[in-house]
């Protein structure tokens, strides 16, 4: 071991220090003696700032940062589920609309028309499917002419309302 004689702190608070001059310095004999000085001090040191920004040691500041990054991982699960979440709704909605706009034999011309006429009378009380009913009664323009069947009830040919009218005209 190293015979240390070297004066490296003094006794007391730094504020002391400055206020009395005259106090001698600490003369520390061992290495071991300056070894327990400074981690004295370092230990010191350490307890006041975990005081000073709120926890008592360095195991719950651990705890505290492991809790942060489960938190992490959740926010990243959670927000990859939203994004999943948000898709299947966005393809719920478009399968929900080609159900009824096909349901209710709408034409392409017409589909966003109808779909916003229905979606607006949706309420707690009233489906999509029912306010889609009450529009395709009301404004019957929406759906594609029905066919008719010309020739008897053993099949014939089916004519739609149009073609029908055309036919007749010809006659």
């Given at each position: 071991?190293?015979?240390?004689?070297?004066?490296?702190?003094?006794e007391?608070d730094?504020?002391?220090?400055?206020?009395?001059?005259?106090?001698?310095?600490?003369?520390?004999?061992?290495?071991?003696?300056?070894?327990?000085?400074?981690q004295?001090i370092?230990?010191k040191?350490?307890?006041?700032?975990?005081?000073?920004?709120?926890?008592?040691?360095?195991?719950e500041?651990?705890?505290?940062?492991?809790?942060?990054k489960?938190?992490?991982?959740?926010?990243?699960?959670?927000?990859?589920?939203?994004?999943?979440?948000?898709?299947?709704?966005?393809?719920?909605?478009?399968?929900?609309?080609?159900?009824?706009?096909?349901?209710?034999?709408?034409?392409?011309?017409?589909?966003?028309?109808?779909?916003?006429?229905?979606?607006?009378?949706?309420?707690?009380?009233?489906?999509?499917?029912?306010?889609?009913e009450?529009?395709?009664?009301?404004?019957?323009?929406?759906?594609g002419t029905?066919?008719?069947?010309?020739?008897g009830?053993?099949?014939?040919t089916?004519?739609?309302?149009?073609?029908?009218?055309?036919?007749?005209?010809?006659?």
């Open positions: 071991m190293l015979d240390l004689n070297i004066q490296l702190f003094a007391g730094e504020n002391e220090q400055g206020s009395n001059p005259t106090t001698p310095f600490k003369a520390f004999a061992t290495e071991d003696e300056y070894n327990k000085f400074t004295s370092s230990s040191a350490k307890g006041e700032i975990l005081n000073e920004i709120g926890y008592k040691s360095v195991s500041i651990k705890e505290n940062l492991g809790k942060v489960e938190y992490e991982g959740f926010k990243t699960n959670y927000t990859e589920l939203e994004g999943n979440f948000n898709t299947l709704k966005s393809e719920h909605e478009k399968i929900v609309d080609e159900l009824v706009t096909t349901k209710y034999g709408v034409t392409d011309d017409f589909k966003n028309e109808f779909l916003t006429l229905a979606k607006a009378g949706v309420k707690e009380d009233v489906t999509l499917l029912q306010s889609a009450s529009v395709a009664k009301k404004f019957s323009t929406f759906q029905t066919p008719i069947k010309i020739g009830a053993g099949g014939g089916q004519m739609t309302e149009q073609e029908k009218i055309k036919h007749l005209r010809k006659l």
